[in-house]
């Protein structure tokens, strides 16, 4: 289920923001799927981070699931005219 709905959400993020989809890494071993900016400011692993929603890892202070997939999704939208600091930044 969570490459599914990670494609589907990394999908919707080259669609509405022009993202590419990208293998990431330091070896061919390491390496993972990634969605990047345009300008290679920025990086997102969207089936990991659906994963660790489904499997409940992504857990907020208050011991409850942070499933922060729209919020993240907006932000992404608002990021354009701001620059990393080093190419690929993750934002996971």
Known sequence: MAVGLGTL???????????KWKLLG????????????S????????????YRIL??????????NDNTVLLLFNMIG????KKSEREFYPLN
């Open 9 to 19: 959400y990394g999908h919707a993020l080259c669609l509405a923001y022009g993202w």
């Open 26 to 37: 330091q070896s061919k071993e390491d390496a993972c799927i990634n969605v990047v900016s």
């Open 39 to 50: 300008d290679r400011q920025y990086s997102h692993m969207p089936l990991a981070f659906m």
């Open 55 to 64: 499997s409940e890892e992504n857990i907020n202070i208050d011991g409850s």
């Open 78 to 81: 608002e990021i354009k005219n």
